[in-house]
Nanobody, 115 residues
Framework: VQLVESGGGLVQPGGSLRLSCAAS????????MSWYRQAPGKERESVAF????????NYAESVKGRFTISRDNAKNTVYLQMNSLKPEDTAVYYC?????????WGQGTQVTVSS
Protein backbone atom coordinates (compact mmCIF):
# COMPACT_ATOMS: atom_id res chain seq x y z
CA VAL A 1 0.00 0.00 0.00
CA GLN A 2 1.26 3.45 -0.92
CA LEU A 3 -0.10 6.96 -0.59
CA VAL A 4 2.17 9.56 -2.18
CA GLU A 5 1.42 13.24 -1.66
CA SER A 6 2.72 15.98 -3.92
CA GLY A 7 2.10 19.63 -4.70
CA GLY A 8 3.29 21.27 -1.51
CA GLY A 9 5.62 24.23 -1.42
CA LEU A 10 6.07 27.85 -0.46
CA VAL A 11 3.27 30.26 -1.32
CA GLN A 12 2.45 33.83 -0.37
CA PRO A 13 -0.62 34.66 1.73
CA GLY A 14 -3.69 34.75 -0.49
CA GLY A 15 -2.18 32.29 -2.92
CA SER A 16 -3.28 28.82 -3.98
CA LEU A 17 -1.88 25.32 -4.06
CA ARG A 18 -3.27 22.00 -5.25
CA LEU A 19 -2.18 18.90 -3.38
CA SER A 20 -2.43 15.45 -4.93
CA CYS A 21 -2.30 12.04 -3.31
CA ALA A 22 -1.72 9.04 -5.56
CA ALA A 23 -2.83 5.71 -4.11
CA SER A 24 -1.79 2.18 -4.96
CA UNK A 25 -1.97 -1.28 -3.47
CA UNK A 26 -5.63 -1.25 -2.44
CA UNK A 27 -9.07 -0.75 -4.00
CA UNK A 28 -9.12 3.03 -3.92
CA UNK A 29 -12.79 3.44 -4.85
CA UNK A 30 -13.87 1.53 -1.74
CA UNK A 31 -12.02 3.79 0.68
CA UNK A 32 -12.98 7.12 2.17
CA MET A 33 -10.18 9.65 1.80
CA SER A 34 -9.10 12.44 4.09
CA TRP A 35 -6.55 15.21 4.29
CA TYR A 36 -4.96 15.98 7.64
CA ARG A 37 -2.35 18.51 8.63
CA GLN A 38 0.13 18.95 11.45
CA ALA A 39 1.76 22.23 12.31
CA PRO A 40 4.94 22.39 14.45
CA GLY A 41 4.12 21.79 18.11
CA LYS A 42 0.49 20.98 17.37
CA GLU A 43 -1.54 17.80 17.07
CA ARG A 44 -2.52 16.40 13.72
CA GLU A 45 -5.96 17.68 12.69
CA SER A 46 -8.50 16.67 10.09
CA VAL A 47 -8.89 19.16 7.25
CA ALA A 48 -11.22 17.54 4.72
CA PHE A 49 -13.00 14.24 4.12
CA UNK A 50 -14.67 12.64 1.14
CA UNK A 51 -16.50 9.34 1.32
CA UNK A 52 -16.06 6.41 -1.03
CA UNK A 53 -19.60 6.93 -2.33
CA UNK A 54 -19.11 10.57 -3.39
CA UNK A 55 -21.19 11.88 -0.52
CA UNK A 56 -20.97 15.50 0.50
CA UNK A 57 -17.43 16.37 1.57
CA ASN A 58 -16.76 17.55 5.12
CA TYR A 59 -14.35 20.31 6.08
CA ALA A 60 -12.82 21.74 9.20
CA GLU A 61 -14.36 25.09 10.08
CA SER A 62 -11.01 26.79 9.61
CA VAL A 63 -10.86 25.87 5.90
CA LYS A 64 -14.52 25.95 4.83
CA GLY A 65 -15.01 28.05 1.73
CA ARG A 66 -11.28 28.03 0.92
CA PHE A 67 -10.37 24.34 0.48
CA THR A 68 -12.00 21.77 -1.79
CA ILE A 69 -11.43 18.02 -1.64
CA SER A 70 -12.11 15.87 -4.69
CA ARG A 71 -11.26 12.42 -5.97
CA ASP A 72 -10.72 10.71 -9.31
CA ASN A 73 -11.30 6.99 -8.90
CA ALA A 74 -10.06 6.33 -12.43
CA LYS A 75 -6.69 7.78 -11.46
CA ASN A 76 -6.67 6.51 -7.86
CA THR A 77 -6.00 10.07 -6.75
CA VAL A 78 -7.45 12.48 -4.21
CA TYR A 79 -6.87 16.22 -4.43
CA LEU A 80 -6.99 19.19 -2.10
CA GLN A 81 -7.42 22.56 -3.78
CA MET A 82 -6.36 25.26 -1.34
CA ASN A 83 -7.24 28.89 -2.07
CA SER A 84 -6.86 32.10 -0.08
CA LEU A 85 -4.07 30.54 1.92
CA LYS A 86 -3.14 32.03 5.28
CA PRO A 87 0.05 31.76 7.34
CA GLU A 88 -1.85 29.59 9.82
CA ASP A 89 -2.33 27.00 7.06
CA THR A 90 1.39 26.25 7.26
CA ALA A 91 1.81 22.57 8.13
CA VAL A 92 2.73 19.16 6.82
CA TYR A 93 -0.30 17.84 4.95
CA TYR A 94 -1.05 14.11 4.94
CA CYS A 95 -3.58 12.09 3.01
CA UNK A 96 -5.24 9.11 4.62
CA UNK A 97 -7.37 6.24 3.36
CA UNK A 98 -9.97 4.55 5.55
CA UNK A 99 -11.85 1.36 4.73
CA UNK A 100 -13.32 -1.02 7.29
CA UNK A 101 -10.65 -1.72 9.91
CA UNK A 102 -7.86 -0.32 7.77
CA UNK A 103 -6.28 3.12 7.73
CA UNK A 104 -3.31 4.11 5.62
CA TRP A 105 -1.19 7.26 5.69
CA GLY A 106 1.04 9.04 3.24
CA GLN A 107 4.42 10.49 4.12
CA GLY A 108 3.23 14.09 4.00
CA THR A 109 4.02 17.20 1.98
CA GLN A 110 5.09 20.54 3.43
CA VAL A 111 2.97 23.63 2.82
CA THR A 112 4.44 26.95 3.90
CA VAL A 113 2.46 30.17 3.61
CA SER A 114 4.71 33.16 4.07
CA SER A 115 5.58 36.47 2.48
Amino acid sequence: VQLVESGGGLVQPGGSLRLSCAASGFTFSRYAMSWYRQAPGKERESVAFISSAFGSPNYAESVKGRFTISRDNAKNTVYLQMNSLKPEDTAVYYCSAVGGPYRYWGQGTQVTVSS
